[in-house]
């Protein structure tokens, strides 16, 4: 133990007090561990953003691909079709009932995303970060050999996490546009709490099954 017995025979306050500031300092080493993977998820994000604004410098995306979940995420895929109107968009995780006009309603440029020259596919197949990944790769194909993934901030370590690991008989480029997200509340806090677990478990799952 960190804090060792001092003497042979110890009283039980002397016995209580190390064993409190034992676990004390295993519990700020826990909570210093975590914090820092917590940050890593931020970091690794921001590092993403850094990488497509220089992989797509010269070049243009295959396909811009938005994953539904958290707002924002579609409004910004659109902002980028604007920039690369020839590239394929594919909006997956859509929920049955909407089509490209509900989903786009309210949005800046939806008319010009409703009357795109190129190829707009919705995936109602996905339902949860597994299923995107997989859906992407099944529609796209090995035509689209790179791919911009717009999604949340917190989000981008475990979707680049199943892009490297899931098995395909094509693997594309992939970058990601992680959207910045405002962590001044405890419900945006949280997102991010629950998201450091989330990747744990699709680690270990992409790990041993």
């Known amino acids: 133990m960190i804090f060792s017995r001092k003497y042979t025979f110890e009283s039980r306050k002397t016995r209580a007090r190390r064993f409190l500031l034992n676990a004390g300092v295993v519990l700020f080493g826990v909570g210093l561990v975590y914090g820092t993977f917590v940050a890593t998820i931020l970091v690794v994000a921001r590092g993403e953003r850094e990488r497509w604004a220089g992989g797509l410098f010269q070049k243009n995306p295959d396909a811009l691909v938005v994953f539904t979940g958290d707002a924002g995420r579609l409004a910004r895929a659109i902002e980028l079709h604007k920039k690369w109107p020839e590239a394929q968009l594919l909006i997956s995780g859509v929920h049955g009932a909407n089509s490209l006009r509900t989903l786009v309603a309210g949005q800046a440029d939806a008319e010009a995303i409703l009357h795109a020259p190129t190829h707009v596919e919705l995936d109602y197949e996905a339902l949860d970060t ?55 509340s405890w419900k945006q806090v949280k997102k991010l709490l629950l998201e450091s677990a989330k990747i744990v478990r699709v680690w270990v799952l992409l790990k041993f099954a």
Request: net charge neutral; glycine share 6%; aromatic share 10%.
């Open 130 to 184: 597994m299923g995107n990944v997989r859906e992407t790769l099944e529609h796209l194909g090995p035509k689209a050999q790179n791919l911009l993934v717009v999604t949340s901030d917190y989000h981008v370590m475990r979707v680049r996490m199943i892009f490297d690991t899931l098995p395909t008989p094509h693997r594309p480029s992939v970058f990601y546009e992680g959207l910045a997200t405002r962590y001044d």
